[in-house]
């Protein structure tokens, strides 16, 4: 594998019956970046994650994943990622410490690593009044900040976060990208989809799915220049309405 890309994809392709998810898609990802994977309801982008994520074989084409590849060795990707949805469940009857430990003990840190990494969070993320308190009791915007925390808890080099962002108001929006951009300066490769189109200004990389094909790739800047679009809003909307799929 080519050691400046985590991930590297050649026409990856993702079939339900006679139904086309994921057609042909090809893309590499560079280490430590933002790569923003944008798409409507329905375009393919979870099919997509799910395969590079080691949770879905793919029907066809090739994938390697920090090195792995996909359909062999999806077990070594998944001990090797974080991952975060809109629906990422922390356990609600479990306190905040109480969740922290719990998936340091699944990540296979050790007891003082824990500490250090819960220390941590507590700080940065400026909880320490409720650190004991049951995560149902807290707000979303502080539920989806501190689920990020805990997928980045033993320190992977390749986190997916798919829709990370849905339902939070705009400020803890705002908040949490802090925080996406603070791990990518760590070094972090940052896998986002959004269904905020403000967010993607923030990728280094950005590529839009219609109907399980990749219509458009690259940087912000370039992307607008190259489609004559005033923002990214007003391209992906111009893309998406090409779309033949209905919802699924």
Not at 41 to 68: E, P, W
Not at 69 to 77: A, D, T
Not at 202 to 227: H, N, W
Request: hydrophobic residues 40%.
């Amino acid at each position: 594998m080519n050691n400046e890309y985590i991930i590297e994809v050649d026409s990856l392709t993702k079939k339900f019956g006679s139904f086309t998810a994921v057609d042909k898609i090809s893309f590499t990802v560079k280490r430590g970046e933002i790569f923003g994977f944008l798409g409507a309801n329905g375009a393919g982008k979870t099919t997509a994650i799910k395969m590079l994520s080691g949770l879905l074989q793919a029907s066809s084409g090739s994938a390697r994943v920090i090195d792995f590849n996909i359909n062999k060795e999806s077990e070594k990707i998944k001990a090797n990622i974080g991952y975060m949805s809109q629906r990422f469940s922390l356990y609600d009857d479990l306190t905040v410490l109480e969740n922290m430990k719990f998936y340091g003990g699944i990540y296979g840190l050790s007891n003082s690593k824990i500490q250090m990494k819960t220390d941590e969070i507590v700080k940065v993320l400026h909880i320490q009044d409720y650190k004991d308190k049951l995560v149902k009791s807290l707000p979303l915007g502080w539920k989806q900040k501190l689920a990020f925390s805990i997928s980045i808890l033993h320190e992977p080099p390749l986190v997916f976060l798919d829709e990370p962002t849905g339902g939070v108001d705009p400020v803890t929006r705002r908040e949490f990208w802090e925080l996406i951009v603070a791990a990518a300066h760590q070094g972090t490769t940052l896998f986002v989809t959004t269904h905020y189109m403000d967010e993607a200004e923030y990728c280094d990389t950005v590529s839009i799915m219609v109907d399980g094909r990749i219509e458009a790739m690259g940087s912000p800047k370039y992307l607008k220049e190259q489609f004559n679009s005033p923002d990214i809003h007003t391209l992906f909307v111009s893309l998406a309405r090409q779309s033949k799929r209905t919802e699924i």
